[in-house]
Structure formats: structure tokens, C-alpha cells
């Protein structure tokens, strides 16, 4: 039989746990409700934190458009980005060990590992199939980019 005690302390364990989760999952949610709506929502290992907070700071003037935000939702949205970013929690992936630190990638499609991977190919194809519209577009080839799945071999 399981005392009060017990029976309180698994609930605030469970509460301490939870938060930090529940947050994440609604910073999960209402970035791809907001970056969705215009475009696929970039999973967030895309960029190093560096970027995130770039972009997020300029949402007036988003790659030519006005995304501008609520604060709050502003800096959840900044904050899922950033706790999933290349470089969390001293993760240094290889293609980011070539960046500079005082330099901000803000386009995916401008990174050598993307470059490297898409080569002529993808710009050729975008330049035959106005439908795609930009490079950027990864859901046009990639039918899992949405979920996080890119392979398409």
C-alpha cells in the first residue's frame, strides 16, 4: 500500500519531469503552426542556435516577408529552435566545425553539407518545374521532410 508520501513525491517527480517536455512539445506545436504556414517547418538540427536567434530576431523582414510575431510566441518558437539547434548541448557536428563562430549561415540551402549532397541536380531540376518554386522547397523531392525523413533513395 503505497503512503502519501510516496504518493506525493511520484507526482511532483512527475510534474518536474513533465514541464520541461510539455514545453518542448508545445514549442513543437507552434512552430510548425506558424513556420508551416508559409513554408516547411525546418527541423531545428538544420542550424547552430547562432542562426535560430538570427532569423527569429528578424521576423519583420523574414527572406523579404513580414512574419512578425507575438513576443511570447516569438520567443517559444526561438526557444524549440534552440534547444534542437546543430550545436545543442555541445554537439559539433563536422559541417559545422567548418563555419566560423562569428559567422550566421542563414540559409540551409547554402550550407556545404547541403550543397554537397544536392549539387546541380536540385537547381537544374527546380529550374525545369516552376511547381517546386525554390530550392528550398525539400518536401518537393523529400516526401518525408515534413516528419524529418530526407532519404529519397
Known amino acids: ?3 502519501i508520501t510516496t504518493i506525493v513525491t511520484s507526482a511532483a517527480l ?6 520541461p517536455l510539455a514545453a518542448q512539445k508545445a514549442g513543437e506545436a507552434l512552430t510548425k503552426e506558424e513556420c508551416s504556414a508559409c513554408h516547411l517547418a525546418y ?3 538544420f542550424l547552430p542556435k547562432r542562426s535560430w ?3 527569429m530576431a528578424d521576423l519583420p523582414d523574414h527572406f523579404g516577408e513580414d512574419a512578425s ?4 510566441d516569438r520567443a517559444e518558437i ?3 529552435l534552440a534547444a534542437g539547434a546543430a550545436d545543442r548541448q555541445g554537439r559539433n557536428p563536422r559541417w559545422l566545425q567548418a563555419i566560423s563562430q562569428d559567422v550566421v549561415p542563414m540559409r540551409i540551402s547554402e ?7 544536392h549539387g546541380n541536380r536540385v ?5 525545369k518545374d516552376p511547381a517546386i518554386g525554390s530550392i528550398s522547397n525539400c518536401a518537393a523531392c523529400h516526401k518525408g521532410a515534413e516528419r524529418g525523413h530526407y532519404d529519397d533513395d
Do not use: C
Request: proline content about 3%.
Open 123 to 127: 537547381k537544374n531540376r527546380v529550374a
Open 111 to 117: 550550407l556545404s553539407w547541403f550543397t554537397h549532397e
Open 1 to 3: 500500500m503505497k503512503t
Open 53 to 55: 536567434q538570427a532569423i
Open 78 to 80: 526561438e526557444a524549440f
Open 43 to 45: 527541423q531545428a538540427y
Open 14 to 19: 512527475g510534474l518536474i519531469f513533465a514541464g
Open 69 to 72: 510575431l507575438p513576443d511570447a
